[in-house]
């Protein structure tokens, strides 16, 4: 049940190669996260480069520096994940960034929120995750 935001410089919204992503990330999380393929939900929103401010040198090896193509994702799921499954996830977004973007590891910043399967509602104003799981449990 992830929902993946992912904030982009507005320089970079090429249709075609963010769905390239967005599929590369969904293709990431079934593998690394054993996500169903219909539990898609991606949002990509572009900011101006003025808006987004960071340290180009944090975390980094010596001698890498983060550009202007920094890339934020944010992606908030239920809990349960082992630190091994969370570090493929963020090895593979990464290198998808790469291969379609041409964006370097470095510029690619990854967030991980898990939330409880309550705090889920997929519409409707039913909290989806809990009532299968009620029903899996009667």
Known sequence: MPFVTVYYPENQSNKEKLKKVSNGIHLALMEHFQIPK???????????????????????????????????????????????????????????????????????FITLNETPAENWSFGQGIAHMVTIKEEKES
């Open 38 to 108: 219909d539990d898609y939900f991606h949002m990509f929103l572009p900011y101006p480069s003025h808006q987004f401010f960071y340290d180009p040198y944090y975390l980094l090896e010596e001698e890498k520096k983060r550009s202007e193509k920094m890339i934020y994702v944010s992606i908030t799921c239920g809990p349960g994940r082992t630190i091994n499954q969370k570090r493929n996830l963020y090895q593979s977004i990464s290198k998808i960034f790469y291969n379609h973007l041409n964006i370097p590891t470095t510029d690619i």
